[in-house]
């Protein structure tokens, strides 16, 4: 039974280890190096706090990250955090409920960051600078 429990959790970690996953950016300024030491050099410094990174890969305390524009290096874990926010993939429209037929608030132009609260099954609460209210979760990219 031992042996047992022992392969399945080796299998198990194998198998999620590969999962790719969202995590933001903890600062306003965020260094991503060509490899996982602080020995690499700078490839793109990052300038914006809470911006939504796909993790790709790890080594020891570093984790190779992809943003929305496809750009990739790795950054170390200090600079991670799991708060949700995301980017806008389209022009929308920002709603005061759940629900095309609510009333409009504003225009969410395409790459603004939102700062997410909570999602509920297409639609997800955001806030992105004086406005908060609801878009789409099909129109985002990013830690939902």
Known sequence: MLKFIIIFYFISLSLFANEEYF???????VNLRLGPSFDYP????????????IIKDRSDNFRKIQ??????????ISQLSK?????AIQDKILYKK??????????????RLLLISK????????????YSGWVKK???????
């Open 23 to 29: 995590l933001t950016l903890r600062n306003d300024k």
């Open 119 to 130: 999602c509920k099954l297409d639609w997800c609460k955001i806030k992105t600078g004086k």
């Open 138 to 144: 099909e129109n985002l990219w990013g830690r939902l």
């Open 83 to 87: 708060k949700k926010s995301g980017i």
């Open 98 to 111: 759940p629900t095309i037929y609510s009333k409009p608030l504003a225009n969410i132009k395409t790459g």
């Open 67 to 76: 943003d929305h524009e496809n750009n990739s290096g790795w950054i170390h």
């Open 42 to 53: 700078i490839k793109i410094i990052y300038k914006k706090k809470y911006l939504p990174v």
